[in-house]
């Protein structure tokens, strides 16, 4: 039975590292990595420690194995990693109902990831509610990015709630900027 919950060891951080190799988009072909998804930034045992020092990342379990995981990135661990600077820097200039959203409190998915067997069983729903019921009361947005390219993706963000607020290009690739109102 796969549960979802708070990160609270360091042998579940070496499972989101190890889940998150295994679906690195520079590892799968094309062919897979289009109707999989896939994910892009490559963190260390140590940034995902960092992260899960300021809060504790979401990770769905089953048994001992990480089968998925949403990670959480606050403020503070923005310039540790460039593509979560770059982000950041992106969304605190967009503009949502009226206000920029550099003042408002938001908290960003730093990246998501479900096992491939584990797919299409509502674990990105279930992880992004345990997202939500866990930081509601501190964030009102939860905000992140995906490569257009990654229909799967894209897809599973839209059915969860999130709307796309903006896109962004980094290394000649398209993003867009989903944001869900808590």
Known sequence: MVIVKLVSEMKELEGIRLLQEQNLGKHLSAAEASKE????AEYTVEFLKAMHDVHPSIIAKDNDTVVGYALVATNPIREQHPL???LFNTIDKVIYKGTTLKNTRYVVVGQLCVGKGYRGQGLVQRMYEFYK?????????LITDVVQTNQ???KAHLKTGFVVVDTLEYGGVKWD???WEF
């Open 133 to 141: 019921e866990s930081l509601k009361d501190n964030y009102d947005y």
């Open 84 to 86: 979560l600077a770059d």
């Open 152 to 154: 799967r993706s894209i």
């Open 37 to 40: 998804g896939f994910v892009t």
């Open 177 to 179: 900027i989903v944001l």
